[in-house]
Nanobody, 121 residues
Framework: QAQLVESGGGLVQAGGSLRLSCVDS????????MGWFRQSPAKEREFVAA????????KYTDSVKGRFTISRDNAKNTVTLQMNSLKPEDTAIYYC??????????????WGQGTQVIVSS
């Protein structure tokens, strides 16, 4: 089974940057899709970004377009989320997840442990 290990969360001031990473140790979903959701007390869990392993096709939620960049390194089985120009509303726990398609991402049982991102005003 896939083992998704997250890192990179922390505390940053508004306008700053953080880089999250997610390593698929089990390679269960290599060649498919991996991405990020986030959860905060004020909001429902929401999709953030995702990328396919095969061709690098990417999707982003509108609120992060132009600020966040998702990328993958197939050789290292790693997906990174570079977050720039961070805003307080980006504060959340970020969860890495994997699936076989964009449409099913977030529905399965394969999740990282979560990493906290706090953006101060």
């Amino acid at each position: 089974q896939a083992q998704l290990v997250e890192s990179g969360g922390g505390l940053v001031q508004a306008g700053g940057s953080l880089r999250l990473s997610c390593v698929d140790s089990g390679r269960t979903f290599s060649g498919y899709v991996m991405g990020w959701f986030r959860q905060s007390p004020a909001k429902e869990r929401e999709f953030v970004a995702a990328v396919t392993w095969t061709n690098g096709l990417k999707k982003y939620t509108d609120s992060v377009k132009g600020r966040f960049t998702i990328s993958r390194d197939n050789a290292k089985n790693t997906v990174t989320l570079q977050m720039n120009s961070l805003k307080p509303e980006d504060t959340a726990i970020y969860y890495c997840t994997a699936s076989t398609s964009f449409s099913t991402l977030g529905r399965g049982d394969y999740w990282g442990q979560g990493t906290q991102v706090i953006v101060s005003s």
